[in-house]
C-alpha cells in the first residue's frame, strides 16, 4: 500500500526532527590539544611509534606504507583489526563514532536508511559512523587479518567502493524501533571489508591524516555507502546465506572447517542440530562449496567442548597467515587420535593413561605447532603429514603428563615454565629426550626422567 500524503509529509518531518537529534548527538569531541586527544583515545605504546615517524609526511604512497605497517603492528598487539578495534576503543567507542562524523558529516542530501523502514525498503545508504566492528553482527567470528590486510590495500588505491557490491545487511525486529545514531548495522556479507574500513579510520584518525587531502578518492567513496537489505528468518539464514556467498569473489574464499567451526559454535543452542545446518548448506551449494567428506567430519568433530581454546588458536594462526598455509589440512582432524579423550592402547598399559589426549595436551599440541609454524620461512609452510602430526600430539601427550606430575610434586612454576616454553619453541634436546622416552617406554617412567634426565 502506497503512503498517503499527509503520512509523508509527517515522515519528512520526522526525518528533518531526527537529523537535528543525530548532528547534536554525534558532535565531535573538542580536545586543547592533540596530546589531550591521545589521553582520551590513547592507543597502544607500539603505535606510538608509528604515530611519530609519521609526523610530517604528506607524500601519499608514503603514507599508505606506514598505515600498512600500523596495520601490522596493531594485528601483532591484538590478533586482528576487529580485536584491535574492540580493545582501542573499549571505554571511548562514542568517542570513535563522533570522530567519524566529524571527518564525514552526515549530508541532508543524502536518504540515509531509516531503521523503521527497515522492512519496506531493501536498499540504501548508510553512514559510516553505523558500520559496526564487533564479532556478534557477523555470523563468522573475526575477520582474518590477512583478508582485512587485503582489503585495505584496495580501499587505500580505489576507495571504498560498494556501488557495484553493496554492503549486504539484515535486521532483526529490535533494530527497528532506533534512531539512526543507536542503529548499528548487522551483516550478512560485508563484515571483514567493514571492519578494515574501520580500521583504516582509526588509523587516521590516530595519525592525525586529514583524509579529505591526502586520499580524496577514500573520502568520497566513504560519503555514498550503498546497502542492500535482506530478509532473514532466523540466524542460520543468515549464516546459510552468508556461506553461499563466500564461494565467490577475488579475495572471498569458500568456507574453511575452521570458519564452520566457529560458524555452527555461534548456532548452537538453536532449533537445528549441526548436521541438520550442513544438510541446509549443501543443499543449495555448488560441488566445490559443499561440506561434506572430510571437511564435514572434521568440522563436527572439532565442536566438542574440549576443542574450543584449542580451535581459537588455530583461528589465530589462519587470522596471520591465511587457509593455505597453515600446518593442518582439511582432513587431519578426521584423525581421532589427533583429539581429546583419545585413549591409545600401547603394549604399555601403565603407559595408556600417559598418553590419553586432553584437552590441556590439546592445547599444547597447537600452540607448539603454531609456534614452530611461523618460525618457518614462510615459503616453506605447508600442511603436516598424518605420522607427523600423530607423532607430535603423543609428544605433547606425554610431556602434559610430565608437567602436571612435576606440578604436583611442587616444582618451582618458573623453572617448569622455562622448561614449557623450550617444549613449545621446539627446543631440539628436549624433544629428542621425549622421543627417546617415549620410545623406549619403560614401565618405571617418572616425571623426573623428563625434567631432570
Known sequence: MEPQPEQEDSFVDAKAEEMSTVEEKLESPVFDSFEDSEVKLAPSSRMGEVMQSCEGITDRETLKQQVLTAYDV??????GPSQWLAERFKDSEADFRASLSSMFPWMASIDYVQPAVLGKKDKGFVHVSTLSFSPDRSTKGFPYRCTCRHILEEILVHGFLTEAE?????????????SQVDFRCRYVKGCARCVSLLSLLALFR???????????????SV??????????ASLTSVAIANAHLSCSGSIRQAHDVMTWVNKLRLL????????????????????RCK???NRRVAALALLQPNCRRGCEMMVDLLSRIGPRAVWWGEDSFCNKKLLPNFAPRTGRSSWNPILVVTAESFETWIASLNRQHLAKNPKSRRSLEKSRLEEHSQLSAFWTWAKTEAQHHAVDPEDLAAVHEKFLDGDVTLSLDLQSLLHEKKSDICWKDVLLG
Not at 74 to 79: A, F, K
Not at 166 to 178: A, I, M, T, V
Not at 223 to 231: A, E, G, K, R
Not at 268 to 287: Q, R, V
Open 223 to 232: 560519503q555514498l555507502i550503498h546497502v542492500m537489505f535482506q530478509s532473514h
Open 166 to 178: 553493496p554492503l549486504l545487511l539484515w535486521c532483526s525486529p529490535e533494530d527497528r524501533l532506533l
Open 268 to 287: 548452537e543452542g538453536g532449533s537445528d542440530a549441526p548436521a541438520a545446518i550442513l544438510e541446509k548448506f549443501n543443499s543449495n551449494a555448488s560441488a
Open 206 to 220: 590516530d595519525l592525525a591524516v586529514d583524509v579529505m587531502v591526502h586520499f580524496p578518492h577514500i573520502y568520497q
Open 74 to 79: 596493531l594485528c601483532d598487539d591484538c590478533g
Open 291 to 293: 561440506v561434506t567428506g
